[in-house]
């Protein structure tokens, strides 16, 4: 599984209780006691919802860290009765994962997840070219309110637009 290796790191994002774990590089056991630090941490999050771990960008992943995110599923069923999700674009990276019975433990995802077929689209607005101009007028509001700089940036626009609308 690894193919000239950079340096594994491991980033993590959390929003509203859904945590997303994307491993970079080639992943190693020196980056295991911090995972499994910030899997306690995570598990025992009141608004804890749940896991995706992506390893798209990983050149390579050994057992200690494979051993891990096994502890990690096992503990996600037992706390909360799901099965994480675990996203592999590359074949020997899927097919160790495969082997090892990662897929009675984990729901392995074989697209990126930037893929149409993980994300609905939304319809386009169905409104009329006033109610889109009080849209655009609302968010060129709260992007001026942000800073100084937006509101200089974006005064132009928004005089316009209140002028076309009245």
Known sequence: MNRSATAGRILVAEHDGVYLMKFVGDVRLTLCAAVDQFLDTMLSDPKFRSVVIDLTGADGIDSTSLGVLAKLSIRTQERFGFRPTLVSTRT?????????????????????????????ELPPCDCSEEELRERVLEAHKVLMSLSEANREAFQDLVETLEAAIR
Do not use: A, W
């Open 92 to 120: 020997d990276v899927t097919r160790v994962l495969r082997s090892m019975g990662f897929d009675d433990v984990f729901h392995i995802v074989e697209q990126p997840l930037e893929s149409k077929e993980q994300f609905g």
